[in-house]
């Protein structure tokens, strides 16, 4: 798959929401049947998401997850959306990163952003006030033990395995402040957006370093479906659970300050989500992925508790429906 070649994707936060561990091995196992059936059905890339120290099973180990998800697909770029780098040490990082890197044939996009859950920091012996200035530390650490450079001041000391593309993994950053957008701006490969409308800066920072438009993979919170009603009627109570979780990690704000949704139609009504079917969900993509250098688009796959039948419903609708019109469109 060429580089900037446009692709539509999955996201999934691998949550498992049943009891035993029976039931989260046939979880993740599924889920990893489920991306490569997705591949073989015209999607080109998956993102992880990253959380640590949640009860509900949360993706914590993000780039062992990509590493089994190299060995079942053959093209798809794998992602992770996002790793929190400033809890990772860069070091042991690289060597993970170029080890899915080498195992998928250069697949690898290392998505990253700060963190924003103050209990994630302190275990791994950081802290939410120190977390830019050990993202730009991490990240500098990283940049150069995925390009292969010495890491040591004698310059002996080389990051295993070597690289096996030019740059090593790409090292993207997700950002939605002013400042994040900057530094994706300056240091990423690319940016993980999440608000289309944050594209444009993007872009306009990266012009104001005198440098390329850069690149993009956008997301959106819609539901696209045959009947998008009927879906999220049977859907809902697995979107609130998601909704009312970002609320409390404070996705959204200080938690103590917003209220919980108590009924799945508060999702809706307050634009957590939206109901699109392909064609009207394809016409609002074109503009987006004309609005700047998009490479990527991604949505929510499966929602935590869903079963997995119902998210390839969805699956299988949009790459029937919605990618062939969004080509078509674009063509």
């Given at each position: 798959m060429a580089r900037d070649e446009l692709t539509f994707g999955l996201y999934y936060d691998f949550r498992s929401l049943e009891p035993g561990p029976s039931a989260l091995t046939s979880r993740w196992q599924g889920i990893l049947e489920q991306v490569a059936w997705?591949?073989?059905?015209?999607?080109?890339?998956?993102?992880?998401?990253?959380?640590?120290?949640?009860?509900?099973?949360?993706?914590?180990?993000?780039?062992?997850?990509?590493?089994?998800l190299a060995a079942k697909t053959e093209h798809m770029w794998l992602g992770t959306n996002v790793l929190v780098l400033p809890v990772h040490n860069p070091l042991r990082l690289a060597e993970e990163a170029l080890t899915v890197d080498a195992l998928s044939g250069g697949r690898l996009r290392l998505g990253m952003g700060l963190g924003y859950r103050d209990p994630e920091f302190a275990p791994f012996g950081t802290t939410m006030r120190a977390r830019r200035r050990t993202f730009e530390a991490h990240f500098e650490v990283l940049r150069r033990a995925c390009h292969g450079e010495a890491i040591d001041p004698d310059g002996a000391v080389r990051v295993a395995p070597r690289p096996v593309r030019a740059g090593g993994p790409e090292l993207w950053i997700g950002a939605l402040s002013t400042p994040g957008i900057e530094r994706a701006a300056r240091l990423g490969d690319g940016f993980?957006?999440?608000?289309?409308?944050?594209?444009?800066?993007?872009?306009?920072?990266?012009?104001?370093l005198g440098l390329d438009d850069g690149r993009v993979t956008v997301g959106n919170q819609w539901i696209v479906a045959v009947d998008p009603e009927r879906t999220f009627a049977a859907i809902g109570p697995h979107v609130l659970y998601q909704v009312n979780k970002y609320i409390e990690y404070?996705?959204?704000?200080?938690?103590?300050?917003?209220?919980?949704?108590?009924?799945?139609?508060?999702?809706?009504?307050?634009?957590?989500?939206?109901?699109?079917?392909?064609?009207?969900?394809?016409?609002?993509l074109v503009a987006i992925i004309q609005s700047g250098p998009v490479v990527d688009c991604f949505g929510w796959t499966l929602f935590p508790g869903e079963p997995l039948d119902s998210a390839a419903a969805r699956i299988e609708y949009a790459a029937q429906h919605l990618v062939p019109a969004v080509r078509a469109k674009l063509a």
């Open positions: 997705a591949e073989s059905i015209g999607f080109g890339s998956v993102w992880v998401s990253e959380h640590h120290f949640l009860d509900d099973n949360y993706a914590s180990s993000t780039v062992t997850l990509l590493a089994a993980v957006c999440v608000l289309p409308t944050q594209i444009a800066e993007y872009v306009a920072a990266r012009r104001t404070g996705a959204f704000g200080p938690p103590e300050l917003i209220p919980f949704l108590t009924d799945p139609r508060q999702v809706i009504e307050q634009g957590h989500y939206r109901l699109l079917d392909a064609a009207a969900a394809a016409d609002e």
